[in-house]
């Protein structure tokens, strides 16, 4: 699986939409682009994933360079629940590649 | 529905013991993930699994760790003659197939005194 390249830290206030980058410039083009996210040591939560297109769910939209060497997990209206690390993970998605390369993450912290 | 279910979610164990760890997919799901993550630390897959098989367990240490998903029950996670080192926060994952998003479980909370 490539690597990405998350800031570890970053604020922002309640209420406003939080950005969070990745850097994934290796990324081939059959690998996935996924974001999860941990809260205070539960399990980590998935929130969105996509491949070239921009995604939109419930919780999220998801953002890809038409390069696909960068992403972007915009949270529109950001809570004091939305306090978590969130990890940008890119995967194959064929046989064989089944699991998660987690890496250190991005800790967004929500300022009231 | 409910979610993937481990337990116990705390487990204390003296050096030397084994410790046991279980994991509950969601219901119709048979694919099965074990992650582990040590303090301060990203997660690291360890094994998965799909019903009575295990198809990838290139994260599992070689010695003392071993993990399964029998046709009936639960998969487990055991860890044989714990060390100090193998103090971490266990995840299981399940999905429903091998492609998509998992569901991971609230973990269990190894210590080794």
């Known amino acids: 699986d490539a690597k990405t390249t998350q800031p570890p830290s970053m604020d922002c206030a309640e209420g406003r939409a939080a950005n969070l980058p990745c850097n994934h410039s290796?990324?081939?083009?059959?690998?996935?682009v996924y974001w999860y996210r941990q809260i205070h040591s539960q399990g980590p939560q998935y929130i969105i994933h996509g491949l070239k297109n921009n995604e939109t769910n419930e919780m999220a939209s998801l953002i890809i360079t038409e390069d696909r060497k960068s992403s972007t997990l915009i949270l529109p209206h950001a809570t004091l629940r939305d306090t978590a690390v969130y990890y940008c993970i890119v995967r194959v998605t064929n046989f064989g590649n089944e699991k998660l390369t987690f890496g250190t993450g991005t800790r967004l912290t929500i300022i009231p | 529905n409910a979610g993937v279910m481990q337990n116990p979610r705390h487990l204390v164990r003296r050096r030397g013991q084994e410790a046991r760890l279980r994991c509950s997919p969601m219901?119709?799901?048979?694919?099965v993930y074990w992650y582990r993550q040590l303090p301060e630390e990203g997660l690291k897959f360890m094994v998965y699994?799909?019903?009575?098989?295990?198809?990838?367990e290139s994260g599992m240490p070689k010695e003392r760790f071993s993990a399964e998903f029998p046709k009936e029950g639960p998969s487990i996670l055991r860890i044989q003659q714990v060390v100090r080192g193998d103090s971490a926060a266990y995840f299981c994952a399940s999905s429903l197939s091998r492609t998509g998003g998992y569901t991971f479980g609230s973990g269990t909370r190894l210590t080794v005194v």
């Open positions: 699994l799909q019903k009575e098989n295990i198809i990838d």
């Open positions: 290796t990324i081939s083009g059959n690998e996935y």
């Open positions: 219901k119709g799901h048979s694919h």
